[in-house]
């Protein structure tokens, strides 16, 4: 699934190619895809400005030069692609939005069809990475990963019993990391991931913040992972490239790169996490 930085990525190859230009029409096909209010309402927004894109989590949102917000989240399968005007389009088409100005068309692409789309109202401020758009849609998330600080670490941490790892994704407590970078985060600070969350010392909490911020801008360097599925593809259809940098996610057996240890896999419920016995305390 898609995590900030794979959202990152896409909301700025979007903001590159479609900003400023203005939509001309838009075709819903797919009902699940939008889902939360009549598909019809997305026409609505034909002849306005792509005047600004944001982020909250892992959720991208493209506001209008009215003030409304299209909120976008491509959950497990979910692609924003780029096209130009008329071609074939590919099967999973779920919706289309398509722009003036030598621009083309933004394709929404889902096969699992578990994404969305959906109109929101005015953003107070939807401009560049980690904007707090003040949208009822989102009001549930926690801050965005990329400001979080040690101190919002010690509210939401303090008193759980939970692993470390499950409430860092959990996105009420902070929002936009999934399991592969919450494996990430936790290897950068140190810390098990089965750690009880509500264990970590002062310094610790600095750490955790600090390897947040420094994981996942890598992240966005590298344009974002993709796996295996090779699902996630950025607004062009290439893959990323941080995984060939992933420490431990996905990689039990083969050996730390810090230490030459091999690294484990643990179980936690439903969830697993990867991590390094020595380096990880
Ligand atoms: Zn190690």
């Known amino acids: 699934m898609p995590e900030l930085p794979e959202v990152e990525t896409v909301r700025r190859d979007v903001w590159g190619r479609y900003g400023g230009q203005t939509l001309h029409d838009v075709t819903v096909t797919g009902r699940r895809t939008v889902r939360r209010h009549a598909p019809g309402l997305l026409s609505g927004l034909a002849g306005q400005r792509l005047a600004s894109t944001g982020r909250h989590g892992k959720y991208l949102l493209l506001a209008w030069e009215d003030g409304r917000v299209l909120v976008v989240h491509l959950r497990m399968s979910g692609q924003l692609l780029a096209a130009a005007p008329g071609g074939r ?41 980690a904007s707090e758009p003040g949208l009822a849609e989102l009001s549930h998330l926690g801050p965005d990963a990329l400001v979080v600080d040690a101190a919002h670490f010690g509210a939401v941490l303090a008193g759980r019993r939970a692993p470390l790892k499950s409430l860092l994704v959990d996105q009420r407590a902070v929002a936009g990391m999934g399991n592969i970078y919450a494996d990430e985060v936790c290897f950068d600070a140190g ?11 002062p ?18 360097a590298g344009r974002g992972s993709s796996l295996r599925d090779q699902q996630y593809r950025d607004l062009y259809g290439n893959l990323g490239r941080y995984q060939l940098e992933h420490k431990v996610y996905g990689r039990s057996g083969m050996p730390c790169p810090s230490c030459g240890q091999a690294v484990q896999r643990v179980e936690m419920g439903a969830r697993r996490a990867f991590w390094c016995p020595t380096c990880q305390r």
């Open 89 to 129: 389009r590919p099967a999973h088409t779920h919706a289309v939005l398509g722009f003036g100005g030598g621009a083309g068309e933004l394709r929404f692409v889902d096969p699992r069809t578990f994404g969305e789309m959906f109109l929101a109202g005015r953003a107070g401020r939807a401009d560049g990475p």
């Open 191 to 201: 810390l098990r991931p089965d750690r009880p969350a509500g264990s970590l010392a």
């Open 203 to 220: 310094a610790e909490l600095e750490r955790l913040a600090r390897s947040t911020h420094s994981v996942l801008e890598g992240a966005i």
